[in-house]
């Protein structure tokens, strides 16, 4: 049973005061930041910023990599972009790897079912063709002969 209140990372909850006290920042930072696009809270009805967890972590790490290793606020923007671009690659990758695996376990079941059906043609006392295959010679075409098993 899940709550029609329940809380993710991307919940917007924090108000700009809490967000800057969890952060270490001043609430005009936020703002700033907010301008620069390197962080987007969400928005409450009346149009006031409201902050996740996520939006407060990259708070952190925007002030982390400003003063720990004098990165300016573009090249942050620009880092920030490639560990989105990253993270949503690796989420492709993974979904892909998921794709391949459903991909042969079907190959292998198919694989299977041919192996069956070979097996039974084999074994079959009159060495027939278990499916219908159309006659390709010419000669019969020519004579307008019709092929009992065609059926276009």
């Known amino acids: 049973m899940t709550s029609d209140f329940e809380l993710t990372d991307d919940t917007p909850v924090y108000v ?3 967000a800057a006290q ?4 001043h ?7 907010d301008r620069l696009g390197l962080v987007s809270p969400g928005r409450s009805p009346g149009r006031g910023r409201r902050y996740s967890l996520r939006d407060v972590l990259i708070l952190r790490e925007v002030q982390r990599l400003s003063q720990e290793y004098g990165v300016n606020l573009s ?4 880092i920030l972009e490639l560990e989105t671009e990253c993270r949503r690659s690796g989420q492709l990758l993974a979904e ?9 376990s079907e190959l292998e ?3 299977a079912v041919a192996a069956r059906l070979a097996g039974l043609l084999r074994s079959r006392s009159g060495g027939g063709a278990l499916v219908p295959v159309r006659n390709t010679d010419t ?4 004579e307008g ?3 009992p098993t065609d059926r276009s």
């Open 139 to 142: 000669s019969s075409a020519a």
């Open 109 to 111: 079941s198919t694989r």
């Open 16 to 18: 700009i005061s809490v």
């Open 22 to 25: 969890l952060s270490g920042l």
């Open 75 to 78: 090249g942050i923007k620009r």
């Open 145 to 147: 002969a019709a092929d």
């Open 96 to 104: 892909m790897d998921a794709e391949i695996s459903q991909l042969r």
């Open 27 to 33: 609430p005009q930072t936020l703002r700033a930041y």
